[in-house]
């Protein structure tokens, strides 16, 4: 468990009494969260939760039915996606979303679009490639030709392109091998160790735990545990009942 940077100030990232609903039926009933400069803060939960609700919800990919999102003193809650991301909010999906047919470097620098992204796009492609040294030797090649792990890496450094304030990571290490799982763990942990502020949505909840600084977790479009990662992974009913541990 990492030490908890100091969170001495406003969060960057507050979300109030959110709520949201698909065709009338309520996904979230009400969540509050913060999620502080430097903080790797995990949303756990089982499938339906309402975890890639919430991740939908601040880039601006869901309409809000009510309660706020705010980004320092921006109120996120009206503006599209594209304003959202140029604030500096990158959303990495589940299911990676990658540009198949275009090659690795364009689908990097699709990342770059903002402004501010755009004046340093090529020390961020070197800090990318850096990171994953798997797309330097493939900047040439068609995206949909890497394997599953080496999209997945795309995926995220398509996002880091943007230089953002919050990196959203929604199952990062869905579907990959362990090898490269444990490999996309150690990615975000040096991220981390960067001063990177992480929102993370992962499946391998104990390995979720054990990285994050704080965690919360979703029940049904509630929060109903929160807390330092390693007190929920001590806690029997939080196990029993929502880990599935």
């Known amino acids: 468990m990492p030490a908890s940077p ?142 599953g792990g080496e999209q997945q890496m795309l995926a995220i450094g398509r996002g880091l392109m943007l230089r953002p304030r919050l990196l959203m990571l929604d199952e990062p290490s869905l579907g990959l091998a362990p090898l490269v799982v444990e490999g996309i763990f150690d990615v975000v942990r040096t991220l981390s160790a960067n001063g990177m502020t992480i929102l993370l949505i992962e499946q391998n909840v104990r390995e979720t735990l054990m990285l994050a600084h704080r965690a919360y977790v979703l029940q049904v479009g509630q929060i109903v545990a929160a807390g330092v990662g390693s007190d929920l992974l001590a806690s029997d009913m939080v196990r029993r009942a929502y880990l599935g541990l």
């Open 6 to 147: 100091e969170r001495a100030g406003a969060p960057l990232l507050a979300v109030e009494d959110l709520r949201v609903s698909y065709g009338g039926v309520p996904a979230l009933h009400g969540i509050s969260f913060e999620v502080y400069p430097g903080e790797v803060v995990a949303l756990v939960g089982a499938n339906g939760a309402g975890k890639s609700t919430t991740l939908r919800a601040i880039s601006g990919l869901v309409a809000v039915d009510s309660g706020s999102i705010r980004l320092d003193a921006h109120h996120l809650n009206a503006m599209p996606p594209h304003a959202i991301a140029a604030l500096g909010i990158a959303h990495v999906p589940e299911g990676r979303r990658i540009f198949s047919r275009l090659t690795v470097l364009q689908n990097l620098l699709l990342g770059s679009y903002p402004r501010t992204a755009r004046a340093v796009e090529q020390q961020t492609l070197e800090e990318v490639l850096t990171l994953f040294p798997r797309l330097r030797e493939r900047l040439t090649q068609s995206a949909g030709t890497l394997s």
